[in-house]
């Protein structure tokens, strides 16, 4: 016991002890260190915990870091976050994942199921759609809007067909020119 305001200084290699050592264990107290802190085994924190600097979880590719309940990454901050490796796969998993303001992805983003898109959409560069012959594509442009397709852009091998239906009319504001192949 070193007595109410003292401090205890333990020199460097210095507390050999078998079993469990309470330090500063009064309510509003604190356990505070001018040095490193290494802990060999596993640690818990009941409560909450703050670090400041940078942190480094893991040593090695193969340890696993489990973080449960909400994660907020970076929410009140205006540097960049970065999430994953150099190789490797990322996955986030969950019913719905969000991402407000602009979104950049550097590479090939597959996409399993219905996809919606709100809104304007460019998509620039070569663009499939469909991957079988069985494929239907529908371009609904709703309540007469127009649909624009630029000269020379659309080329179709077998069968086209532009607004089928009892009443619907097809009309251009140029030349419309279709051409049976012999």
Not at 101 to 123: E, K, W
Not at 124 to 142: E, F, H, K, W, Y
Not at 176 to 182: D, G, I, N, Q, Y
């Amino acid at each position: 016991n070193t007595g109410a305001g003292a401090d205890l200084t333990l020199a460097e290699g210095g507390l050999p002890r078998v079993g469990n050592i309470a330090i500063n264990t009064g309510s509003g107290n604190t356990l505070s260190t001018d040095g490193g802190l290494s802990v060999a085994k596993s640690a818990t924190v009941s409560e909450n915990l703050t670090v400041n600097g940078n942190t480094t979880l893991g040593d090695a590719d193969g340890d696993a870091i489990t973080v449960r309940g909400a994660t907020n990454i970076n929410v009140t901050g205006s540097a960049s976050t970065t999430i994953g490796n150099t190789s490797g796969t990322l996955a986030l998993t969950g019913q719905t994942i969000t991402a407000s303001g602009n979104t950049t992805l550097n590479n090939d983003l597959t996409v399993t199921g219905t996809t919606t898109l709100n809104g304007a959409s460019v998509l620039n560069g070569n663009t499939t759609l469909g991957n079988a012959d069985g494929d239907v594509i529908t371009v609904n442009t709703g309540g007469g809007a127009n649909l624009t397709i630029a000269e020379d852009a659309l080329t179709r091998a077998g069968n086209l067909a532009i607004n089928p239906g009892s009443g619907n009319t097809l009309s251009t504001d140029g030349s419309l020119t279709v051409a049976k192949s012999a």
